[in-house]
């Protein structure tokens, strides 16, 4: 064939169905990459007590108001925030099982991300912009993706960014609102206030969007400006009223302003971000690239948004929660800059250089690459969603087993972050100190008091009640009269005070089970009395020097038989100071 003769028209058509099929795979294989931080299957401390408390209302047929599975705070307030989002659970565990969560919340995550792409491609944002900046958002958003409440914040978070940008897609042209799309603002808030306490942030972000664009109305002032402002200004109080309609009333957005306003130093997520923090770069990543975008852009810069972007920014820099909003807050509006930022980096018209085309043999490898990476992509996804693993190294599985073995009941003082999977396990029989659910059910006093145990001074960082006294980590052995201690052997404060508590003359407290991931001591009179009921003897006492292997499915429920005598046979006791050389 001369090399001037045109080519066929059918290797023309060739050609472009490669392009389609490399353009297409390209952008499939993105979107696989975004989903598998948010298919991050890692189990959250909390979500025991989540699907416990909504399978409590479902079989109690009403709200619980009082605290629950405790015994230090009984007919204490209980105002819960994420009602909702525990019913979701409950039912999503009872109906879709385990791995049906998992795919469910990572199909979350993406019609989120999806979101933001329709919004982007409504904008003339390109495919092939948008995409790498999800990767970027799913990046931030991975290590605040486990099964918990929050999710259903961003989503309402999503659909409410949603709206106001189709509402006021024409306002730096025309000032024209989209009234249609704002209507259904205020049920928003009202399904968001009984989901998660995140409405308190999405009330602040459309409070300074509405109060922005009001502003902008008054100062470009035309004919029919009053009834606008007017009519947002009705429109954010609608949104405030709208979450008044929960169990609680004003009570709710109380307790939010007095649990907010004080500090919790105690809690990773209301710290601010560290250079060691799994998620620290792809923060400052995602910190660059929006004031690179927002520098480098051709377009119009919309002030109302920079404003926010900018809050909640200083927000994410204080308390590391706050960067999952900014992410999502830059996956709606940083597209179109970015894209623009991006134009910046093609050639001009007077110095362009020729389209470069890749040869057939070319485009068939990159699209068998692809192909390939996908299905290396949907297997680890497969993976991720098979696997929901808690760690024996991590969690007391074996003391939670041991326990159910012996049938060990009655009153526990345990740390916060084992306390729900403990009321999961054994609940009724076992009412605990304190759990996650923190200031919404538990008075400040036993919050300091718990943390007194866990954390002690704390390098002086504590926020604690005046009328709690001095710190001593010793009075939550003795408030309620617990029967049982069940310590995180990786916090040193409460294991030195056990051991210190064992070393006295006349001790209280005596270790009835010790791993190298948990210790659990119970009440001498109780357990160490041969005349009780409940004594347990030596034989029947685990002192295991082995490490913590494995792990066991979630929820990782202890197996309820009594067999004490057959496990004591399998684990002989050690004596306390070989298991103190070994750990």
Request: net charge neutral.
């Amino acid at each position: 064939m001369n090399a001037k003769e045109p080519v066929a028209p059918v290797d023309v058509n060739v050609a472009r169905r490669e392009y389609v099929w490399l353009k297409w795979a390209t952008v499939f294989a993105i979107a696989l990459g975004c989903a598998i931080p948010l298919s991050l299957n890692l189990v959250d401390p909390d979500l025991w007590g989540h699907v416990q408390y909504g399978q409590d209302w479902l079989a109690e047929g009403t709200l619980p108001r009082t605290a629950s599975h405790t015994f230090t705070a009984v007919d204490y307030p209980w105002i819960n925030h994420e009602n909702l989002a525990e019913l979701a659970f409950a039912t999503g565990y009872r109906v879709l099982g385990t791995r049906g969560l998992l795919i469910a919340k990572c199909l979350w995550g993406m019609a989120i991300l999806l979101a933001m792409v329709w919004v982007a491609q409504r904008n003339k944002v390109h495919a092939f912009a948008v995409w790498p900046l999800m990767l970027l958002i799913a990046a931030n958003l991975q290590a605040f993706f486990p099964l918990r409440p929050q999710l259903l914040s961003f989503a309402l978070c999503a659909i409410t960014l949603v709206m106001l940008d189709r509402a006021f897609c024409d306002w730096q042209t025309s000032k024209r609102i989209h009234w249609q799309m704002l209507w259904a603002l205020p049920i928003v808030f009202v399904v968001w206030v009984n989901a998660h306490g995140g409405f308190a942030l999405g009330l602040c972000i459309v409070g300074a969007y509405l109060g922005g664009r009001i502003f902008e109305a008054l100062l470009h002032w035309r004919t029919g400006t009053w009834p606008r402002v007017l009519a947002l200004s009705v429109l954010g109080l609608s949104c405030v009223v709208a979450t008044l309609a929960n169990p609680y009333g004003w009570e709710l957005h109380r307790w939010l302003a007095m649990s907010l306003g004080q500090a919790r130093p105690e809690i990773t997520e209301w710290a601010p971000p560290k250079m060691g923090d799994p998620l620290f770069w792809q923060w400052i990543g995602l910190l660059a690239v929006t004031a690179t975008s927002l520098f480098a852009t051709r377009l119009r810069r919309d002030w109302v948004q920079i404003a926010i972007l900018a809050v909640v920014a200083w927000q994410s820099a204080l308390h590391l929660r706050h960067i999952a909003f900014l992410a999502l807050l830059c996956g709606f509006w940083l597209p179109v800059h970015f894209q623009s930022a991006l134009s910046r980096l093609r050639p001009s018209k007077e110095t362009e250089l020729p389209v470069m085309t890749l040869s057939p043999w070319l485009r068939r490898l990159a699209v068998s690459a692809l192909l390939l990476a996908i299905g290396l992509q949907s297997f680890a996804l497969r993976r991720q969603f098979d696997e929901f693993p808690v760690e024996r190294n991590r969690y007391p599985v074996d003391a939670l087993q041991f326990m159910a073995d012996r049938d060990l009941t009655g009153k526990l003082v345990v740390s916060f972050n084992w306390a729900q999977y403990a009321i999961a396990a054994l609940a009724p029989d076992v009412q605990v100190a304190f759990d996650g659910r923190f200031r919404t059910c538990y008075p400040q006093e036993v919050v300091d008091m718990h943390f007194d145990f866990l954390l002690g001074e704390f390098g002086g960082k504590r926020s604690r009640s005046a009328d709690s006294g001095p710190i001593d980590g010793t009075r939550v052995l003795e408030y309620g009269s617990p029967d049982l201690v069940l310590v995180d052997r990786r916090y040193e404060h409460p294991v030195a005070i056990m051991k210190a508590e064992a070393m006295r003359d006349h001790p209280e407290w005596v270790l009835l089970y010790c791993d190298r991931v948990a210790e659990l001591w119970g009440h001498r009179d109780r357990y160490d009395n041969p005349t009780t009921a409940e004594y347990l003897p030596l034989t029947a006492r685990v002192l295991d020097a082995s490490p913590r292997e494995g792990s066991v499915q979630w929820p990782a429920l202890p197996i309820r038989t009594r067999r004490g005598s057959q496990l004591a046979e399998q684990f002989p006791s050690l004596p306390t100071d070989a298991i103190d050389m070994e750990l």
